[in-house]
């Protein structure tokens, strides 16, 4: 059983540029949420998607958009970096529309410069 | 939105000890969740609680979830140097996502 990939692990940008995250969930899960984690912080919730479409999203600006695809994989789109969006971006997934039980990835650390 | 309240924010405890820490939410929660976040790695989950008084352990480790339906304990016992990390507790409550605490950041000296 595979569990949850994130690409890239790493990754620097500058202010105001376009950036794109991926998630590839757990084997037999439909449901993907991505967390934001600041530095000394909790994961936040940025939002979720249940069978492609969007199920719930969190205090974040539009910038912040997503997709998720037939195969249950994800992506996480940010426009127009700010400086505090440098964090460890998380992905979970789950099972079915409710599925409390996240399985996590390991991330990907963004820093924008 | 629901706010979780996690303490202590850091323990430093010898080898052997145990340990307890403790979440509290402004709200009614259904579920509670448990996780543990090694440096560079994402959060693992440890125990779920879906039940009021409910008592659930995984090895060493010991969760309840509170009476109250706002509170959720996590109890280590004879710590080992691995038990090192950060502890997040995890709620979720109606049609709410699950909401983290701040963790609790744990040292064990051997």
């Given at each position: 059983e595979t569990g949850v990939t994130q690409s890239p692990t790493h990754l620097i940008k500058t202010r105001g540029q376009q950036v794109t995250l991926r998630c590839s969930s757990q084997s037999g899960h439909n449901t993907v949420s991505w967390y934001q984690q600041a530095l000394g912080q909790g994961p936040q919730f940025i939002f979720q998607y249940y069978r492609e479409e969007e199920n719930g999203r969190g205090n974040f600006p539009p910038r912040f958009s997503g997709l998720q695809f037939p195969n249950y994989s994800s992506e996480l789109n940010v426009n127009a970096l700010e400086l505090d969006d440098s964090a460890l971006y998380l992905c979970a997934s789950s099972e079915?529309?409710?599925?409390?039980k996240l399985f996590f990835g390991s991330g990907t650390q963004l820093s924008v410069l | 939105g629901q706010q979780l309240n996690q303490s202590p924010q850091s323990m430093f405890i010898q080898e052997g000890e145990d340990v307890s820490m403790n979440c509290t939410s402004s709200s009614i929660f259904n579920t509670w969740l448990w996780y543990k976040q090694d440096p560079g790695e994402g959060p693992v989950l440890l125990i779920a609680l879906y039940k009021a008084g409910e008592l659930t352990s995984n090895g060493r480790l010991t969760a309840q979830f509170g009476i109250t339906r706002k509170d959720s304990f996590l109890n280590i016992s004879a710590s080992i140097p691995s038990d090192v990390g950060i502890y997040f507790c995890a709620g979720k409550g109606g049609s709410e996502k699950l909401v983290f605490g701040k963790g609790t950041k744990l040292t064990v000296n051997p």
């Amino acid at each position: 059983e595979t569990g949850v990939t994130q690409s890239p692990t790493h990754l620097i940008k500058t202010r105001g540029q376009q950036v794109t995250l991926r998630c590839s969930s757990q084997s037999g899960h439909n449901t993907v949420s991505w967390y934001q984690q600041a530095l000394g912080q909790g994961p936040q919730f940025i939002f979720q998607y249940y069978r492609e479409e969007e199920n719930g999203r969190g205090n974040f600006p539009p910038r912040f958009s997503g997709l998720q695809f037939p195969n249950y994989s994800s992506e996480l789109n940010v426009n127009a970096l700010e400086l505090d969006d440098s964090a460890l971006y998380l992905c979970a997934s789950s099972e079915g529309q409710g599925g409390e039980k996240l399985f996590f990835g390991s991330g990907t650390q963004l820093s924008v410069l | 939105g629901q706010q979780l309240n996690q303490s202590p924010q850091s323990m430093f405890i010898q080898e052997g000890e145990d340990v307890s820490m403790n979440c509290t939410s402004s709200s009614i929660f259904n579920t509670w969740l448990w996780y543990k976040q090694d440096p560079g790695e994402g959060p693992v989950l440890l125990i779920a609680l879906y039940k009021a008084g409910e008592l659930t352990s995984n090895g060493r480790l010991t969760a309840q979830f509170g009476i109250t339906r706002k509170d959720s304990f996590l109890n280590i016992s004879a710590s080992i140097p691995s038990d090192v990390g950060i502890y997040f507790c995890a709620g979720k409550g109606g049609s709410e996502k699950l909401v983290f605490g701040k963790g609790t950041k744990l040292t064990v000296n051997p």
